[in-house]
């Protein structure tokens, strides 16, 4: 089992940059995988990003060359930056960690993007 935090969602504007920051109550280092999925109202959870134990990374097609995700095995987090924001991109985003089986997720933290 593991407990997931996520930070770092804010209020910016267009073409603004956020890092969000997910940090795991135990080491990341064996996790099949660790991802960040986001969900906005009236919509169903997607995909963002998502990195595998090996150092694979894998993103949904319209995050390609604005975002990137990465991990730091040594503080059990992982990261996204996002840059180039846009008002599509305001939603919760959520941490997810793959343990065997069993997918886990954190609380989620707002993004929200202004026009």
């Known amino acids: 089992q593991v407990q997931l935090v996520e930070s770092g969602g804010d209020l910016v504007q267009t073409g603004g940059s956020l890092r969000l920051s997910c940090t795991a109550s135990?080491?990341?280092?064996?996790?099949?995988?660790m991802g960040w999925y986001r969900q906005a109202p009236g919509k169903q959870r997607e995909l963002v990003a998502e990195?595998?134990?090996?150092?694979?990374?894998n993103y949904a097609d319209s995050m390609k060359g604005r975002f990137t995700i990465s991990r730091d095995n040594a503080k059990n987090t992982v990261y996204l930056q996002m840059n180039t924001l846009k008002p599509e991109d305001t939603a919760v985003y959520y941490c997810?960690?793959?343990?065997?089986?069993?997918?886990?997720w954190g609380q989620g933290t707002q993004v929200t993007v202004s026009s």
């Open positions: 990195i595998y134990s090996y150092g694979t990374t």
């Open positions: 135990r080491t990341i280092f064996s996790m099949n995988n």
């Open positions: 997810s960690a793959q343990i065997g089986l069993t997918r886990y």
